[in-house]
């Protein structure tokens, strides 16, 4: 069980825009820690793509952002691409976990 | 170029422990913390705990206190991550990651995977 919430799974059409929500708590997305997301493509690393809830590292296209409200953050991705398929996964700070960094479970996207 | 490169593959059996290194290349290693993250065989990521660079401090996740320790030898640029104790629960790809100053990891290595097996 993590500490973040995600959905399991999203799917869209190519060139359609999808929202993949991380819902946490009073101690973590709530007390006003950074999320950060993050893109997994089959049998590669995890690779940086939303920092401080709402920045995109250099590279990353302008397609995907992400914001928090809340105890819960957003990534979206619009123009769906094929490429775009990927597990995805947020990540924060934990107040009530003596300073641990915790995932959500992560979210697989299919592009139908 | 900004990398951190990881050691190989590792097969242990239960019981034993596992030393996983992580070459820093293209930045300073003391300015930067280092975390380390594993992914069980079609499962999620899961933080195991950080180290300062800077001054050795460590944060360990709690479900692993006790059976892991974090180090870094900064006249090679390199950060270990030692798990004893092996357990086949422990069967995972290992990855180091830079932590920057959001928290986020921005850097990551290409991850090594570890087999726990009788």
């Known amino acids: 069980q993590s500490v973040l919430t995600q959905p399991p799974s999203v799917s869209g059409a190519p060139g359609q825009r999808v929202t993949i929500s991380c819902t946490g708590s009073?101690?973590?997305?709530?007390?006003?820690?950074?999320v950060h997301w993050y893109q997994q493509l089959p049998g590669t690393a995890p690779k940086l793509l939303i920092y401080?809830?709402?920045n995109r590292p250099s590279g990353v296209p302008d397609r995907f952002s992400g914001s928090k409200s809340g105890t819960s953050a957003s990534l979206a991705i619009t123009g769906l691409q094929a490429e775009d398929e990927a597990d995805y996964y947020c990540?924060?700070?934990?107040?009530?976990?003596?300073?641990?960094?915790?995932f959500g479970g992560g979210t697989k996207l299919t592009v139908l | 170029q900004v990398q951190l490169v990881q050691s190989g593959a590792e097969v242990k059996k239960p019981g034993a422990s596992v030393k996983v290194s992580c070459k820093a290349s293209?930045?300073?290693?003391?300015?930067?913390?280092i975390s380390w993250v594993r992914q069980a065989p079609g499962q999620g990521l899961e933080w195991m705990g950080w180290?300062?660079?800077?001054?050795?401090?460590?944060n360990y996740a709690q479900k692993l206190q006790g059976r892991v320790t974090m180090t870094t030898d900064t006249s090679t640029s390199t950060a270990y991550m030692e798990l004893r104790s092996l357990r086949s629960d422990d069967t995972a790809v290992y990855y180091c990651?830079?932590?920057?100053?959001?928290?986020?990891?921005?850097?990551w290595g290409q991850g090594t995977m570890v087999t726990v097996s009788s």
């Open positions: 401080g809830n709402n």
């Open positions: 293209g930045y300073t290693l003391t300015s930067y913390g």
């Open positions: 180290i300062s660079v800077y001054n050795g401090n460590t």
């Open positions: 009073s101690s973590n997305i709530g007390a006003g820690y950074d």
């Open positions: 990651a830079r932590e920057d100053d959001y928290g986020a990891f921005d850097i």
């Open positions: 990540q924060s700070y934990d107040s009530s976990l003596s300073g641990r960094r915790v």
